[in-house]
């Protein structure tokens, strides 16, 4: 098992997961190598700015109710925190409820980088508490406390004697995992490991790990269903509630990348199951993942009951609208929890998937399974499609676009889709996590393809108008031509 | 360090290198630092001032060495070669600046040596050392400059009606396209060519010549000491120095008539510009003038926007300003002459300024003023304190991430009209 709360921080993934972020190949080959262990990680000769784990890790836990994030970096490192707080506040008036979270920087300078600063960090650690009284304070690190060396474990140990809330580190220097992903269980690593408390007593409750809950009233209505509630993670939750996540009758999530540390930690430090199927994305990831879940609830006839329901009201009108999807070919840049899931769902609404990208890749999940969206798609994937690994290069991108002229880019990150637009390829941004969840998801995601594909006056006019900033060599070569040979 | 920066008013010299760098037509970035540092400061720089992206390359997708362990401990200038070798195939563009971050900096990497390998095989080419531990997005844009007169600037015959237009930071004032198109529309209108870099496709030709300046036009109280000394040492070109931004007929004639005395400028042209002008604006105030009240303000901000603002409103406007807090680390020896300026305004009592950029402290500031104040005049942050005290607050300062700003401005005599707009705007 890779997953160690007595240690104080969770790793990276590329030593937990075997997790890469250079690949050029192919379905088949990426799925069986993961499955022998043969799969090697290929670096680039150039490269674009990528992320960083950081940002990934700390805007987990900002979305927690009235905590604080102390950001142990130069101000660069905290410069979001306005971002945060607009964000939490919208959030927040969306449920109806409160969020003081505040997000707090220690504007390391030049002269801490020679002299170090833990006793100023627990200074504005003190001084926060004394502002707001946060319910727990998550103490981040970064590149440069990491590469002076600062003793931010041992500061934390002394704050706990001082301060009556929970106090965590949360390592996340930027230079030590090329995953940003890894952020994810950073966050929940500390989530663990300071917050979560021993069960009392087993809840009516399901953890939900997600990113904004956006779909927070369907998935309510949907669980009533079959008497149980879901409880978001982290955006809005609170403290007390994360403490009792160990009383959950079982952890499921909306996007692997994101739930395996959690899910997978809940699973063997409590014994709650962490629901591991493919995602609910399109009908057969729905039904899947539901189907799943009424077998760890102990709720399968109901299970089966709604999906016939559901499937009489939705199927005739997904079945109606795939016949204007087929034959449409697409390219896919996304996170892996998602690059492999919508890919499946393309599919599985007659779109030709010609090119998908990740932005990393998990060789394994924390379970130490290949993922199951991969080994679904080996199974039933009617070619076996082009694929690469690259964190989030765009000049690769705009090179495949170019190269296969699809009718429709798919991105989760609006950076990305801007490029795609600028050359002239209509692009939908899966932006919000639960944009094809369920079959009402699913049809809407249809609907919005054939919007994008069949207005495409934006995309032309731009592009006629944009100059790009690659050179025609570039444009002349290999989309893999930069990476570098397996060593 | 020593104190909390309780959610900061810019991002890192990165961040305010980067947004300059990427707004010079056809320069191409290219970052010597951590894989994370471009989203940071794109996000922490322009997506918190007015929510654009950067055009042609920057943020994501801007070519850069993404510092690794390997890099902390080996060293990263080999890193950096190949990545600059990969940036001039692939990448387009007539200049190449690498900006290095917190890790190349810590480590120590010879950046120089590398630039200098590529100088000699005749690659246009500059760097600036702008690790965010070093100082805020002004510093960033202070340094960048300082590395672009150094490095890039060539001797040029004098121009006399061209002039260097600085102090409009890019993404630092959220209003920053706007403010510079205002403020060259009316230079132009003069007569006077303007090189601004940042605007109308200018990028290495318009640096190059700017040596041939007539003059430097410095629109802040405080920035590019250091690099107009040297405009003034290496090429003999002086500047006329302009506290904050010109906002407003009294500013912007004011700006217009001490102009004139720093060059050799046609004075009936520039009585004719400023009449011209001032009518436009007042044909319109006159229709306002239902909306006016003689309400008191607080107002939060870097200092340019604070005192661009707080002279227009008093000045031009008849408001009354209770407090000014300026909030970029501007050096101790330029705080007096902006308390100065602050100060001898037209009213019955001069507001209080602070320095300060502490959240928190800001706050609790505008706490003392709850019963007087009328309106808050900040950023998003001061958005809190506001809604708790019922203050109206208008959102004039960095950062924001609540509206989208395309080339809206405040600065000249446009501009005080678009601000009266969103002063009046109940959203």
């Known amino acids: ?487 | 360090m020593g104190h909390c920066i309780e959610n900061p008013r810019s991002s890192c010299a990165l961040g305010g290198a980067l947004a300059l760098i990427s707004s010079i037509n056809r320069t191409i970035p290219v970052l010597h630092a951590g894989p994370g540092c471009g989203l940071q400061v794109t996000a922490g720089q322009l997506g918190q001032s007015g929510g654009k992206s950067y055009g042609y390359v920057g943020g994501q997708g801007t070519p850069s060495t993404n510092m690794f362990e390997r890099e902390v401990v080996f060293g990263g200038v080999e890193r950096l070669r190949e990545t600059i070798d990969g940036t001039l195939e692939i990448m387009d563009g007539d200049l190449f600046f690498v900006l290095t971050g917190c890790t190349a900096d810590i480590i120590g990497d010879d950046v120089k040596s590398v630039i200098d390998e590529f100088k000699a095989k005749g690659v246009s080419i500059a760097h600036a050392e702008t690790a965010g531990f070093k100082g805020d997005s002004y510093y960033g844009y202070n340094t960048a400059f300082q590395a672009i007169v150094s490095q890039l600037v060539e001797v040029t015959p004098r121009d006399a009606k061209m002039v260097n237009l600085f102090g409009i930071v890019p993404a630092q004032d959220i209003f920053w396209e706007g403010n510079f198109e205002e403020i060259i529309r009316i230079l132009n209108k003069l007569g006077l060519k303007v090189n601004s870099f940042c605007k109308e496709q200018q990028g290495l030709q318009e640096i190059k010549k700017s040596s041939g300046a007539a003059l430097n036009i410095m629109l802040s109280p405080w920035l590019g000491q250091e690099f107009l000394a040297e405009y003034k040492e290496k090429y003999g070109v002086g500047t006329f120095r302009y506290p904050g931004l010109p906002v407003g007929p009294t500013a912007t004639s004011d700006f217009i008539r001490k102009l004139a005395e720093y060059m050799d400028l046609d004075k009936a042209l520039v009585e004719k510009v400023i009449a011209e002008e001032e009518n436009y604006v007042y044909s319109y105030l006159e229709k306002i003038i239902g909306s006016f009240t003689r309400y008191r303000f607080v107002i939060v901000g870097d200092a340019n926007t604070v005192l661009g603002l707080t002279r227009f409103l008093v000045n031009d406007f008849g408001r009354i300003p209770l407090a000014a807090v300026i909030t970029e680390d501007v050096p101790p020896e330029y705080r007096d002459g902006i308390v100065d300026e602050l100060t001898h305004l037209e009213y019955a009592r001069p507001p209080k300024v602070v320095f300060e950029s502490d959240k928190w402290k800001i706050s609790e500031w505008i706490r003392t003023y709850k019963d007087d104040a009328a309106l808050i005049l900040g950023s998003d942050y001061e958005k809190e304190i506001g809604n708790e005290l019922d203050i109206v607050t208008v959102v004039v300062s960095f950062p924001t991430t609540e509206k989208l700003i395309i080339n809206r401005g405040y600065a000249g005599y446009r501009g005080c009209l678009t601000f009266i707009e969103d002063l009046y705007d109940n959203n």
Not at chain 1, 84 to 92: F, T
Not at chain 1, 342 to 370: F, M, P, T
Not at chain 1, 385 to 408: G, H, R
Not at chain 1, 463 to 482: F, G, H, I, S, V
């Open chain 1, 1 to 487: 098992m890779s997953i160690n709360l007595e240690l104080s921080a969770a790793g990276t993934r590329e030593s937990r997961l075997g997790s890469i972020t250079g690949y050029n190949g192919d379905l088949k080959e990426l799925v069986q190598q993961s499955h022998c262990g043969t799969l090697i990680d290929r670096q680039r000769c150039f490269s674009q700015s990528s992320t960083c784990c950081s940002g990934c890790a700390l805007a987990q836990l900002s979305g927690i109710r009235d905590v604080a994030i102390v950001n142990h970096a130069p101000s660069g490192c905290t410069a979001t925190a306005a971002g945060v707080d607009v964000l939490n506040a919208q959030l927040a008036v969306k449920r109806g409820v409160s969020n003081s979270t505040v997000y707090v920087g220690t504007d390391m300078n030049e002269k801490d980088t020679v002299f170090g600063a833990v006793g100023d960090l627990k200074d504005i650690v003190l001084e926060t508490y004394r502002r707001y009284q946060p319910k727990a304070i998550f103490i981040g690190t970064s590149c440069v406390s990491g590469i002076i060396g600062e003793d931010v474990d041992s500061i934390v140990e002394e704050l706990r004697e001082e301060i009556p809330v929970p106090v965590a580190a949360v390592h996340c220097e930027g230079f030590k995992t090329r995953i940003w992903a890894s952020g994810f269980d950073a966050s929940d690593h500390a989530v663990l490991t300071s917050l979560v408390k021993p069960p009392k007593k087993k809840r009516n409750i399901i953890n939900f790990k997600n990113f904004f809950e956006s779909a927070r009233e369907e998935i309510i209505e949907l669980f009533a269903n079959f008497g149980v509630e879901p409880l978001f993670l982290y955006q809005n939750s609170t403290v007390e509630e994360l403490a009792g996540l160990s009383e959950a009758l079982a952890t499921v999530c909306i996007c692997g990348t994101l739930g395996t540390y959690l899910g997978n930690g809940l699973e063997e430090k409590y014994g709650v199951p962490y629901v591991r199927t493919i995602n609910p994305l399109g009908v057969t990831g729905f039904e899947t993942w539901l189907r799943e879940i009424g077998k760890v609830i102990g709720k399968e006839p109901e299970i089966e009951e709604y999906i016939v329901k559901e499937r009489a009201e939705y199927m005739p009108k997904i079945e109606k609208i795939k016949q204007e999807l087929q034959g449409l070919r697409a390219v896919l840049g996304m996170g892996p929890g998602y690059t492999f899931e919508v890919s499946r769902v393309l599919q599985e609404l007659g779109i030709k998937v010609v090119w998908a990208a990740a932005w990393h890749y998990d060789q394994k999940y924390d379970n130490g399974e290949v993922p199951p969206a991969l080994d679904y798609l080996l199974k039933h994937s009617p070619d076996n499609f082009k694929l690469s690994v690259a964190d989030q290069q765009n000049y690769e991108i705009l090179n495949i676009l170019n190269t296969y002229k699809p009718d429709i880019y798919f991105s989760r990150h609006p950076g990305t889709t801007i490029w795609a637009i600028k050359q002239g390829i209509p692009s939908l941004c899966v932006n919000d996590e639960y944009m094809i969840f369920g079959y009402k998801g699913t049809l809407d995601f249809a609907q919005s393809v054939l919007d994008t594909i069949r207005n495409r006056s934006f995309e032309k006019n731009l592009a006629a108008r944009t100059k790009l900033p690659y050179t025609d060599w570039w444009y002349q070569q290999e989309n893999a031509a930069l990476l570098k040979e397996n060593t």
